[in-house]
């Protein structure tokens, strides 16, 4: 028997919560990363269920006048944002400098 200090808690605990922390990791990569052909809960469509949606159609964002800067911006990725192209960007905003993008910065979407 070992005579000494008492083992704390904390020792017996410490694995413990290692494992539950890997686990959880575990279930939320794998939720992440399902497989989309595995049947589920998803609905089917069918032809009688109207036209076909393709998975490469690009999602309906909304039509804004005007976008703000964010950090680490860059046009082509406002373009990407908000489905406007980066020439029509800038034509609208003759003044703009896209190598030099401010935070904040108002930039027209929209005429």
């Known amino acids: 028997m070992h ?5 704390s808690p904390a020792r017996l605990l ?8 890997v686990a959880a990791v575990l279930v939320v990569i794998q939720a992440t990363t399902g497989d989309e ?3 589920g809960d998803k609905p089917t469509t069918t032809a ?3 036209p076909a949606k393709t998975d490469k159609t690009a999602p309906v ?9 964010k950090l680490n911006d860059t046009l082509g990725l406002i373009s990407e944002k908000t489905g406007v192209s980066v020439e029509r960007i800038q ?3 003759p003044e703009l400098d896209p190598q030099n993008l401010i935070v904040g910065q108002k930039i027209k979407l929209r005429e």
């Open 3 to 7: 005579r000494g200090r008492p083992r």
């Open 14 to 21: 410490a694995p413990l919560a290692l494992l539950l922390a």
């Open 37 to 39: 052909d595995s049947g």
């Open 48 to 50: 009688t269920d109207g």
């Open 61 to 69: 964002r909304p039509r804004r006048p005007s976008y703000t800067v």
């Open 91 to 93: 034509a609208l905003n």
